[in-house]
C-alpha cells in the first residue's frame, strides 16, 4: 500500500509532469501571426475601441493588412509594426504626419472613400470611452 504522503507526492508530480508536458507542446505548434482583436487607445478626448479583427477578416470588412501597414512589402502579419515605430507623436510634417494625425489620416480617409464609418467631422463616434 503506498501512504497518503506518497500518493500525494506522486499526484503532485503527475500534475508538474502534465503542466511541462502542455508548455512544451506549445511550443511546438507553429506559430500564428500575432494579430490584435481588438485595440484600445488611450486618448484624453476620449479613448477609441478599434476593432482591428472586424477590420482585417474576410467575413468583416476584409481589408488587406498593406492598405493600413503601409510599410509592408508583403501582407507578412509578423512584420507590422505599430504606427508610433515610425510617427512620432510629437513631430511630423505633411509628408509623414505625426502619430495622431496618421491615425486620423489613415482611419477616416478610408471612411470616407468608403462613405462607411466615422468620418472626420464626428469625433465622437471614435472617442467613446
Ligand atoms: C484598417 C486598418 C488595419 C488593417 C486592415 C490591419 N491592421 Fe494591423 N493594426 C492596425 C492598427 C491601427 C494597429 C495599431 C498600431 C499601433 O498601436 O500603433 C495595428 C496593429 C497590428 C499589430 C501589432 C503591431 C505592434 O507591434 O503593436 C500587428 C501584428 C498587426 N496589426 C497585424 C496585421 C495583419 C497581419 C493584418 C492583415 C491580416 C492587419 N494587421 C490588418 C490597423 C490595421
Ligand atoms: C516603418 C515606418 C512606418 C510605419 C510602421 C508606419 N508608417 Fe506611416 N509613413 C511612414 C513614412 C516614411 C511615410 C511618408 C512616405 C510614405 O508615404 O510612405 C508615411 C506616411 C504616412 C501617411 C501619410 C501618407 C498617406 O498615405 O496619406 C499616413 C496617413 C500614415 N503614414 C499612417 C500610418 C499608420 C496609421 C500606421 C500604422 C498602422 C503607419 N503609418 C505606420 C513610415 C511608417
Ligand atoms: C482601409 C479602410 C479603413 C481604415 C484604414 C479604417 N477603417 Fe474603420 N471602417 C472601414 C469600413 C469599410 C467600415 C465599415 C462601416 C460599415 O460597414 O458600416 C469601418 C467602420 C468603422 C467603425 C464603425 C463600426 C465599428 O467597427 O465599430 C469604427 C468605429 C471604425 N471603423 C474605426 C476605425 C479606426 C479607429 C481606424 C484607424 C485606426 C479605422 N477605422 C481605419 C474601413 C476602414
Ligand atoms: C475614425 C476614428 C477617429 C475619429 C473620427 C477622430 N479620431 Fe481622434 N484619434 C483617433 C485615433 C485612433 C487616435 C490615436 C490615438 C493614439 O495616438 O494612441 C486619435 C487621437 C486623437 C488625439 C490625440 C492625438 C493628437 O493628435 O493630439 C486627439 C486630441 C483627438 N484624437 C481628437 C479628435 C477630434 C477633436 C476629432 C474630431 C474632429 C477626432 N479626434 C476624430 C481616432 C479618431
Redesign the pocket.
Same mark, same amino acid.
Request: proline letters at 8%; one cysteine or more; a neutral charge.
Given at each position: 500500500m503506498f501512504t497518503k504522503n506518497e500518493l500525494r507526492l506522486a499526484y503532485a508530480l503527475a500534475v508538474c509532469l502534465s503542466i511541462v508536458g502542455a508548455i512544451s507542446y506549445a511550443a511546438f505548434i507553429p506559430e500564428a501571426p500575432e494579430q490584435p482583436l481588438r485595440l484600445m487607445? %488611450?486618448?484624453?478626448?476620449g479613448n477609441?475601441l *478599434?476593432d482591428h479583427k472586424t477590420h482585417e477578416s474576410v467575413s468583416g470588412y476584409g481589408i488587406s493588412c498593406r492598405d493600413c501597414h503601409h510599410e509592408l512589402e508583403e501582407d507578412d502579419g509578423e512584420e507590422a509594426q505599430a504606427c508610433g515605430e515610425c510617427h512620432d @507623436?510629437a513631430e511630423g510634417d505633411e509628408e509623414v504626419p505625426k502619430? =495622431?494625425?496618421a *491615425? $486620423?489620416r489613415q482611419?477616416?480617409g478610408c $471612411?470616407e472613400e468608403f462613405e462607411a =464609418? @466615422?468620418?472626420?467631422?464626428?469625433?465622437a %463616434?471614435? $472617442?467613446v470611452i
Open positions: 487607445f %488611450k486618448v484624453a478626448a477609441v *478599434f @507623436p502619430r =495622431g494625425d *491615425f $486620423h482611419c477616416t $471612411h =464609418g @466615422p468620418t472626420e467631422s464626428e469625433c %463616434k471614435c $472617442h
